[in-house]
């Protein structure tokens, strides 16, 4: 049990080294939500989206990472859309809050066969906290950390930057994340990367089901690392969406997680499902978790919550479905 105990907490320090490579993510983004990724979506429907998303991993284990978070874009022109988002993530004593606003601009390639290329960029702000409230002393160590006597914290500043393209039901997906390097604050005296760049590719194609059926299958794949240390690690995902005369939809999905030199040991995988009704989406997420902790967990939650406004708000045909309609 110590070993299982020891393991969780070199993972809680791992994952607060790496929290301000970026903020996790998980399976957020299928949520019909990939303005989690990039930019470079910002505005890529034709209405005003907003989401909001509560992850919580690893339930069952005291202090487990926890993140809650809110996107929302829409179109300022025919062609440019603008986004922001906000976060909140704990894990265990290290707190991490921030926020991204974000621009986009669309271009037609061509009309008939409906190429489009986008371009995005991000500027991301993010306070790293340390909170020492809730330190587990004894009377023999008093003191964690001889140098941690209060809270620390610092706030950085970084930008995001990417391309997409799309032609007809595929599209491909290139992002830059924290594109400086960080300065150290000795305040924290954490032995971090100051290279906190990670490249992301999302990509995929979205099938239509037989006539008339309004089905779409859509098989995914995203593939994160960070340049600090190599790192990096491959989501595969598939999800089938059925609509109807009103647009109104459903879905229903499964994702695979693994490290690149692990691909026969997932990281954690799980089903996803959702919905949208009128202006209201709705979609949940579960992972279980396969490694060590998983007999001390009942896996990760994700649930998303959803608006969408403005129907319509965009001429541009970028803006439409090139699948389902």
């Given at each position: 049990?110590?070993?299982?105990?020891?393991?969780?907490?070199l993972?809680?320090?791992?994952?607060?080294?790496g929290q301000?490579?970026?903020?996790?993510v998980?399976?957020q983004?299928?949520?019909?939500?990939?303005?989690?990724?990039?930019?470079?979506?910002?505005?890529i429907g034709?209405?005003?989206?907003?989401r909001?998303?509560?992850?919580?991993?690893w339930v069952?284990?005291?202090?487990?990472?926890?993140?809650?978070?809110?996107y929302a874009?829409f179109?300022i022109?025919?062609r440019?859309?603008i986004g922001?988002?906000?976060y909140?993530?704990?894990?265990?004593?290290t707190?991490?809050?921030?926020?991204?606003?974000?621009?986009?601009?669309?271009?037609?390639l061509?009309?008939?066969?409906?190429q489009?290329?986008?371009?995005?960029?991000?500027?991301n702000?993010?306070?790293f906290?340390?909170?020492?409230?809730?330190?587990?002393?004894t009377?023999?160590?008093p003191?964690?950390?001889?140098?941690?006597?209060?809270?620390?914290?610092?706030?950085?500043?970084?930008f995001?930057?990417?391309f997409?393209?799309?032609?007809?039901?595929?599209?491909l997906?290139?992002?830059?994340n924290?594109i400086?390097?960080?300065?150290?604050?000795?305040?924290?005296?954490?032995?971090?990367?100051?290279q906190?760049?990670?490249y992301q590719i999302?990509?995929?194609?979205?099938?239509?089901?037989?006539?008339k059926?309004r089905?779409?299958?859509?098989?995914?794949?995203?593939?994160?690392?960070?340049?600090?240390?190599?790192?990096?690690?491959?989501?595969?995902?598939?999800k089938f969406?059925?609509?109807?005369?009103?647009?109104?939809?459903?879905?229903?999905?499964i994702?695979y997680?693994?490290l690149?030199?692990?691909l026969?040991?997932?990281?954690?995988?799980?089903?996803?499902?959702?919905?949208k009704?009128?202006?209201?989406?709705f979609?949940?997420a579960?992972?279980?978790t396969t490694?060590?902790?998983?007999?001390?967990?009942?896996?990760?939650?994700v649930?998303?919550?959803?608006l969408?406004f403005?129907?319509?708000?965009?001429n541009?045909?970028?803006?439409?479905?090139?699948?389902?309609k």
């Amino acid at each position: 049990m110590r070993k299982i105990i020891t393991y969780v907490l070199l993972l809680f320090i791992a994952r607060s080294y790496g929290q301000e490579l970026n903020l996790p993510v998980f399976t957020q983004y299928l949520a019909d939500n990939n303005f989690v990724i990039s930019p470079t979506y910002a505005g890529i429907g034709d209405n005003l989206q907003i989401r909001a998303n509560a992850l919580t991993q690893w339930v069952g284990i005291r202090n487990a990472p926890d993140n809650q978070s809110i996107y929302a874009d829409f179109r300022i022109a025919d062609r440019s859309g603008i986004g922001v988002s906000f976060y909140n993530d704990k894990n265990g004593n290290t707190i991490q809050t921030g926020a991204k606003f974000s621009f986009a601009h669309h271009l037609t390639l061509d009309y008939y066969t409906k190429q489009y290329l986008s371009f995005g960029i991000s500027y991301n702000i993010n306070n790293f906290k340390i909170d020492i409230q809730n330190f587990n002393t004894t009377y023999e160590n008093p003191t964690l950390d001889p140098f941690v006597t209060d809270n620390r914290s610092t706030t950085n500043s970084n930008f995001d930057a990417g391309f997409l393209y799309r032609n007809h039901g595929y599209f491909l997906s290139f992002n830059a994340n924290n594109i400086l390097e960080k300065k150290f604050d000795d305040a924290l005296r954490i032995a971090e990367p100051n290279q906190l760049t990670n490249y992301q590719i999302y990509s995929g194609y979205t099938f239509k089901g037989p006539k008339k059926s309004r089905i779409e299958y859509e098989p995914s794949i995203y593939y994160q690392m960070f340049s600090s240390d190599k790192r990096s690690s491959t989501d595969v995902s598939f999800k089938f969406r059925k609509y109807n005369r009103n647009e109104d939809y459903y879905w229903v999905g499964i994702s695979y997680r693994f490290l690149n030199d692990q691909l026969l040991k997932p990281l954690n995988i799980g089903p996803m499902v959702g919905f949208k009704k009128n202006i209201f989406y709705f979609g949940y997420a579960y992972q279980v978790t396969t490694n060590t902790l998983s007999g001390f967990n009942s896996g990760t939650h994700v649930v998303t919550i959803g608006l969408d406004f403005l129907q319509g708000i965009s001429n541009c045909s970028c803006t439409q479905s090139a699948v389902h309609k």
